[in-house]
């Protein structure tokens, strides 16, 4: 008979949740990562109505499939104990991509080996969760509304109160009993399938993408659309049936040499370990001799967990470290992704690397790293609505001097009387009013990095937001659609960057889907405009949408309800030669529910 393994008390806690919640439970040590999901679900009082994953160090665990374009480990097969072996240790927990509720799942204490306590509640904060609310943010807002409904407010919307039931919701306590009963269903499950080790997993089921039933009227609202991804708007079907050749398999003498020369210097960074003195947030920017952009460079190690020198690229490098430094609400991963213009050379375990990155170390004739921690290097790229992929060797040059630069500025550091002035203050403004910039003295080699000279220049935030590039439509195109019948008519205009990626030959990309739709229904369902090009931007994919369905319903509207300034750019034209009103508005009634819907499809990480 096998001997019980040593038990873990867990604390598992919401994140961005105030007071905060959280359960401490008892598993045992070897429990999978599968089973580990479904005691989550129990003791948090979740409904397991979405997709979910683990992810520690940069690896993600969950439920593979052959479609993800990133690795994703099989959680069935992965135990607890194999990540997490002391006290302190801790791995992530996503439930639900759309709202992303994120719990920090820790090792407390190590408890001895008990057959008959193995699987408990034994304390927790917070009462029930709300499935679909938004997130922590949404909860948050219902528990002030909850609050606010029950001191007697007259100035409060009670349609989420009631919607949510909030009269029948406990924030505050947490019912252990009903936790316990629960995690009693999980262990006769577990006992039925021979234990909670990796090699007794639960069985998977099909997760729900919302709560759909066939009698719901969301059923009419999908038949008006008639928006089924097998239509035209479809990713070709050569598409996504062609093969497309190994990263780094195909490469060119020359550009084999740049990721050598590349590798090498990123050892020599590596054996720095900058990140011992500088933090991510301490960054300086290097400018462009010819462009005079900037490029902005950062330092990750701090934090021990990633070790990486990342190179924002302009536009855009300003703009996200404008968010990132104020703790923006819009940095969430869909927005980063459409912004995101970055190379990166990261150092991990050879356990953590993919097979093209071990193999370029074969093909370029770079010594594999000995003994050590963080030896292994690789290059990603980051392009605006693009998953991260594997780096190109045009990415390279500007890497090398991202990395060379931050060996400098350390050597700076070093030897500077006030080494504290390289650093980000602790207090002070969120957004400094100066950054130190590399410049290049004219005559100077740039492939000199001594040559390169710091200087201390003074940053308008105020001019670094991000803003996309306006399409407009030639006169042609406008006169044409402005001689069409007008009707009296509303219609809704808009797009969306749908996380379910697209694999295009430079890697996946977020496609864009834009939709132009009347609000009285009509007779010709509206055709979605579906692309994966990502020369073609959301505004120019909304014109698409309205043109097509201009033509396919032959009348133009009265009015056009849109929601962004962009659009409202876009349509400024066309609205004064065709005589159309064009009203900007907080949501679109119609079309907001429908990308709602479409954000909770599978990703590449999800599918």
Known sequence: MTAPAPRYLLRIQLKDIRPPLWREVIVPANISLAWLHEVIQAAMFWDDMHLHQFEQKGRFYGLPSSEDFSEMYNERKVALCDLVKKPKDWIRYEYDFGDSWEHRVELKKILEPDAEDFLRCVKGK?????????????????????????????????????????????????????????????????????????????????????????????????????????????????????????????????????????????????????????????????????????????????????????????????????????????MIPEVIMKMSNMVEVEFLNKAEMEEPDLALYEYTGVATPGKGRHGWVRFRSYRPRCFPWFSEAADLATLRRGMALALRYLELMQDSEEPVSFMRPDEGPALPESLKVFRLPTGAKAGDSGAWRLEDISVDWDQCGQSEVVFQPGEFELSRLAAIPQKEDVWELGATCLTSGVMTETGPVMPVLAMAASLSGGEVPPTPEFTDDLAVSETEAMWNSLANNMDATGYRPTEIRVTSTEAVKLLEPFAQLAGIRVERVEELEMLDSLFQMLAMMPGPRDM
């Open 126 to 330: 917070g009462g029930d969760i709300i499935e679909d609310c938004g997130g922590a943010h949404g909860y948050m807002e219902l528990m002030k509304l909850k609050q606010a409904v029950e001191f007697g407010s007259k100035k409060v919307d009670r349609e989420d109160y009631d919607y949510y039931e909030l009269a029948d919701h406990d924030f505050g306590n947490c019912d252990l009993s009903f936790a316990n009963e629960n995690l009693g269903e999980v262990q006769i499950d577990a006992e039925e399938g021979g234990g909670l080790h990796p090699r007794a997993a639960p069985p998977i089921a099909n997760p729900m993408f919302g709560d759909f039933h066939e009698d719901d009227e969301e059923d009419d609202f999908d038949d008006y659309f008639n928006f089924g991804l097998e239509s035209e708007a479809s990713p070709p079907e050569e598409l996504a049936e062609e093969s497309f050749p190994e990263p780094y398999s195909e490469l060119k003498p020359d550009a084999l040499a740049e990721f050598g020369e590349t590798m090498r210097l990123a050892q020599k960074v590596r054996t720095a370990q900058p990140w011992k003195e500088l933090y991510d947030s301490d960054i300086f920017a290097v400018e462009d001799p010819t462009t005079k952009e900037l490029d902005i460079v950062s330092v990750l190690g701090g934090g021990k967990e990633v070790y990486a020198i990342h190179v924002h690229r302009p536009p855009s490098g300003l703009a996200f470290w404008k968010m990132a430094l104020t703790g923006s609400d819009a």
